[in-house]
C-alpha cells in the first residue's frame, strides 16, 4: 500500500509544469508559492524532496543533495546552492501589484515607481554567504538577531553588495579585495535577476527629483520607527527604514591583520539608514580609492551623499536598495 501512494505521488509530481522565467506575465506571478514549501517548477527542472529540503535542479544538472548542504554556496550558469535550497537564479516582476518574487529564495519585496525608475521599496535581504576579510560571511542581520533581517533586511560589506565573488556577474567580481577592485557599471551584484546595485548617479536623480538633497531625508523616510520621532512623510512609498550598519573595530591597532584582534558591532540601527551605491573611485581630496553610499538620519531632512576611504571601508555593512535595469 505505502509503495502504491508514493507512486501516486512521484506522479503527481510529474506531472506538474509551471513556467516560471524573467519574463513572467502577471498571470504566472499569480500563480507563483506562498513559500518554499510549494514547488515552482520550470519545464526544464524538477523537484526533488529530500528529507524536509527542497531542491530546484536543471535537467541537465547533477542531482543535489540538499540534505547535506549547510551554508555553502556553489554556482554553474542558472543554480545557486545555500542554506540547503538550490533555486534557479530568477525574479518576476508585477508591475500591477508592485511586487517582485526573487525565486532566488523565494522572498516577495514591494516595489515603487519614482518618477522613470523603479525601485525596491523595502531593504534587501538576501543571505549572501561568501566569505570576506576574517568573515565567514559577508552579509548579516542587525545585532545577529534573524528578527532584524526580517524587519530590516540584510546589512552587506560592500565587496558582497557587488557579488566580489563573482557569482551572478563580472562587473564587480573580485572587489572583496581592494587592490584587485574594478567596477564596470551597471552593476547587478547580489540583487534579483533583472535589477541591480544603483549607481551613484542613479541615486542623485532619485534626490533630485523628490525635491533634492535638502529635504529628500524626509520626504523617503519611514513614517515611523526613526528615533526620536525623527520620521519621513514616505511621500513617493520609498519607505527608508533606519537599519543602522555593522561595523569592524580594530582592537589591536598596531596588529591589524590577526583575526583575534577584530570584532563587530552593529550600531545607528533606530536613528540612520545607509544605502550601498556601486560606486567605486577616487574622488577628488582623497588619497585612497573608496565606495560611495548614502545616509539617511532621524535628526535631519536632508539626505547625505558619503565616501568610505579604502582600504578599512571593506569591512562596514550597509543596507542595499535595487532598482530595475
Known sequence: MKKIVLCCFLCMLFFIVACTDDSATDAEYASLPSSISDAVLTSSSSWILSSSDFALVESSSSEAQSSSVSNVTESSSSIYIQHSVVLKDS??????????????????????????????????????????????????????EPDSCSKYGRLYYWGAAVDGAGIFGSNGKGCFDYN???????VRGICPKGWHLPSKEEFEMLFEFVGGEDVAGKKLKSSEGWLNDGNGTDEFGFCAKPAGQLHRVDVDSEN?????????YSFDGGSDAFFWSSYFGLPSGYINRGEAYFSLKYSSDAIYEDFNSAPFNFYNAYSIRCVKD
Open 256 to 264: 591589524f591583520s590577526n583575526e583575534n584582534t577584530l570584532t563587530y
Open 91 to 144: 525574479s518576476i516582476f508585477n508591475s500591477e501589484q508592485n511586487k517582485l518574487f526573487d525565486l532566488r529564495d523565494s522572498q516577495e519585496y514591494r516595489t515603487v515607481v519614482i518618477g522613470t525608475q523603479t525601485w525596491m521599496a523595502e531593504n534587501l535581504n538576501y543571505a549572501y554567504l561568501e566569505p570576506a576579510g576574517y568573515q565567514d560571511s559577508s552579509s548579516w542581520c542587525y545585532g545577529n
Open 180 to 186: 584587485n577592485c574594478k567596477i564596470v557599471d551597471p
